[in-house]
């Protein structure tokens, strides 16, 4: 794939874009212009019922979440709805009735409270913590200086335990509650179910990961400047069948 090609959105500075506007214009990188095969297979994904369903209801929670639409020319966004009451409106919405609670043991309090939440708005709530099965992190090859408490037994989180404990029980929609970067992505990818993320860990700033962009050119500016884990992979030994 030649360079132009390779999509750089976040870097667009184009005022009237392609992507917005009929009439717009793309810079060489815009993939509006150049991977117009790509966005034509894509659109034929949504011609499944299924998916289609889901992702005509996910638009028409999009626009909801804004009050006074139509009222005001030109519109101001005028946002009213958390990010969990989208959640349980967006399951109605879907007919979901069993809801998956996929969270880590360091939000546990809060995933009860979310929880009760969803039980009280009628839903059935399946939940799992990261740490379900007490698997030791020697299992994936972990050595001592490599836990958080050096010296004492860990259990690993296993995401991918969580997934298939929730398609065992059959939900509806699962949602990722604080799970590490990482385990987030193998949950995703072995949950039968479709996923939300609802909160995204972050230890430093009270998950809210936005604070360190916010702040880049200020307390978080080591980030342009500093490296981080460019160490390089660990050799994995894989055991034979």
Do not use: W
Not at 49 to 70: D, H, S, V, W
Not at 147 to 174: R, Y
Not at 226 to 240: D, L, N, Q, S
């Amino acid at each position: 794939m030649r360079l132009k090609e390779i999509p750089q959105c976040a870097q667009c500075s184009v005022k009237n874009k392609i992507c917005i506007r009929e009439d717009g214009h793309g810079p060489d990188f815009c993939p509006t212009i150049n991977l117009d095969g790509v966005i034509k297979e894509s659109l034929s994904e949504y011609k499944k019922p299924e998916i289609k369903e889901f992702a005509l209801y996910a638009t028409i929670q999009e626009g909801e979440c804004y009050a006074n639409r139509g009222q005001q020319h030109p519109y101001v966004t005028y946002p009213v709805k958390t990010r969990i009451q989208e959640t349980i409106e967006f399951a109605n919405k879907l007919g979901f009735k069993r809801l998956g609670i996929a969270f880590c043991g360091g939000l546990r309090n809060e995933a009860r409270i979310l929880s009760d939440i969803l039980q009280d708005q009628g839903f059935e709530v399946a939940s799992v913590i990261c740490m379900v099965g007490r698997t030791p992190k020697e299992f994936l090859g972990i050595e001592e200086n490599q836990k958080v408490n050096i010296g004492e037994f860990e259990s690993m989180c296993s995401p991918i335990t969580q997934a298939k404990i929730l398609n065992e029980v059959n939900t509806d929609f699962n949602i990722i509650f604080g799970l590490c970067v990482g385990h987030d992505s193998l949950f995703m990818r072995y949950s039968r179910a479709l996923c939300t993320t609802l909160v995204v860990k972050d230890r430093v700033t009270g998950h809210n990961p936005l604070a360190a962009l916010n702040l880049h050119n200020s307390y978080y500016r080591r980030l342009k400047k500093e490296e981080f884990g460019k160490g390089g992979r660990i050799k994995v030994m894989v055991e034979a069948d």
